[in-house]
């Protein structure tokens, strides 16, 4: 039978406040008689004066902080802010940071209002999975274009003790509002720059590189955005080409590439997320920098399960259009990787100081998390994964 596409339910209700001087209107979004918190990471936020902008902007009578939500943000950080928001009943949120704040956020929001223990909103050998049937309302200001997570029904908690690192989902947790001001990204390094679009990047090749079922809406778009980002990609990293426009575009880009409108009706495939995430347990690696390293052995193990999009691929986003299909296909990857590299992005294990003798660990934890058929078609079984590690190597 001729593949379809499958029916969905698209639901997007997060409100995006896009441009300059948008902090300046923050009041305007957040009812007057709210007790508001502000959570925030590790300091940029003030070192770069947002906080103060942020807190100038409120007119609520009562307004916390809570600081220090880390990167790859955990259980643990983030139960603490539970605590405060219960003792000091606090009863909204707003995300001040890139993905790791607003994911934290998003699990706090939930925590905080739901009855038993809150590592049970997780799955995935973590807890008993089970639904969120409410959380505090928040907004978000991002201030790292990468994860799409201001505009996601989803959140990733590390989990310190079990050594894992596992997401939710739900619709109570879409921010109410998402504040994208391009300037922030004026002060991210570098690498955080290239980290930005690599995630971006990597999550439309998850929800486009599987096989056709006819969606030309969504491949269309998935396209388009990955053409963005290569014609871009370079000159967002270079801090000497600094301009409004160069930000707008990524960052709206990174919004656009993970707010589910590339994945209702098609497949997706989020086995170098699932990969990579266990990289970033074992050793603490960049969420980024654990999919360009893994992303090409994908590619290269599923060849022949991509085979028909990996050629759409190689014509539609890299204009690729001589060659047999298989050359063009390998054509393709070579260029992913060449662009990896061009934005100082690493394209194989050791460059994310992962050794042959750790694959053993990486699959175990892939098994525990339950990750042992996942990609498309739930055919990546744990001796391909374990494949792909080492075809990574
Ligand atoms: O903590 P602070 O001091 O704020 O510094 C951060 C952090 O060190 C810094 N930074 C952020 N904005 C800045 C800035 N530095 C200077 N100027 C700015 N404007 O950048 C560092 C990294 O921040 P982080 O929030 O960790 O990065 P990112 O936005 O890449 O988020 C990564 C997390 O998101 C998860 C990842 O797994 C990872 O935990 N993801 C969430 C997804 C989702 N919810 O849908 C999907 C993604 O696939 C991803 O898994
Ligand atoms: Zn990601």
Redesign the pocket.
């Known amino acids: 039978m001729k593949p379809e596409i499958s029916d969905f339910t698209f639901y997007n209700p997060v409100k995006i406040l896009f441009g300059r001087n948008k902090i300046e209107q923050l009041d305007k979004h957040i009812p007057s008689d709210k007790k508001v918190l502000i959570l925030?990471?590790?300091?940029?936020?003030?070192?770069?004066g947002?906080l103060d902008r942020v807190k100038q902007a409120l007119s609520h009578e009562t307004v916390g902080e809570f600081g220090g939500?880390?990167?790859?943000?955990t259980f643990e950080t983030c139960m603490q802010a539970v605590e405060l928001i219960k003792e000091e009943g606090y009863d909204y949120l707003l995300a001040?940071?890139?993905?790791?704040?607003?994911?934290g956020v998003?699990f706090i929001a939930a925590a905080a209002e739901f009855d038993g223990n809150p590592s049970d909103i997780f799955g995935k050998g973590v807890g008993a999975g089970k639904p969120v049937q409410s959380a505090l309302p928040f907004g978000t200001i991002?201030?790292?274009?990468?994860?799409?997570?201001e505009m996601?029904?989803?959140?990733?908690?590390?989990f310190k003790e079990m050594k894992a690192?596992v997401?939710f989902?739900s619709w109570e947790v879409f921010p109410k509002f998402s504040i994208l001001e391009p300037e922030?990204?004026?002060?991210?390094?570098k690498r955080?720059l290239a980290?930005?679009i690599t995630?971006s990047f990597?999550?439309i090749l998850e929800q486009y590189l599987t096989y056709p079922v006819g969606g030309k809406v969504q491949d269309e778009f998935a396209e388009g955005l990955l053409r963005i980002l290569i014609e871009i990609g370079p000159d967002v990293v270079d801090e000497s080409k600094l301009d409004y426009n160069l930000r707008a575009n990524f960052m709206w880009t990174a919004t656009l590439a993970?707010n589910r409108l590339l994945s209702r009706g098609v497949p997706g495939d989020w086995s170098t997320?699932a990969l990579?995430?266990e990289i970033?347990v074992l050793n603490n690696t960049?969420?980024?920098r654990t999919?360009s390293a893994i992303m090409p052995a994908v590619m290269t193990v599923r060849k022949l399960k991509k085979w028909d999009k990996l050629v759409q691929y190689a014509e539609k986003v890299w204009g690729i259009l001589d060659g047999t299909e298989e050359e063009k296909i390998d054509a393709a990857i070579l260029k992913t990787i060449i662009f990896f590299k061009s934005i100082d992005m690493p394209v194989n294990l050791s460059e994310v100081n992962v050794q042959e003798e750790d694959i053993d660990t990486l699959v175990s934890q892939l098994e525990a998390h339950g990750n042992d058929s996942i990609s498309e078609r739930g055919d990546q079984t744990l001796d391909v994964s374990r494949e792909i590690y080492r075809t990574a190597l």
């Open positions: 925030y990471g590790g300091g940029s936020v003030k070192r770069f947002t939500i880390e990167a790859n943000p001040v940071g890139g993905g790791s704040v607003i994911d998003k991002l201030t790292l274009p990468a994860t799409g997570t996601n029904e989803t959140s990733v908690i590390s690192k997401s989902s922030l990204t004026y002060t991210l390094p955080q980290n930005g995630d990597i999550h993970l997320h990579g995430h970033t960049d969420h980024a999919l």
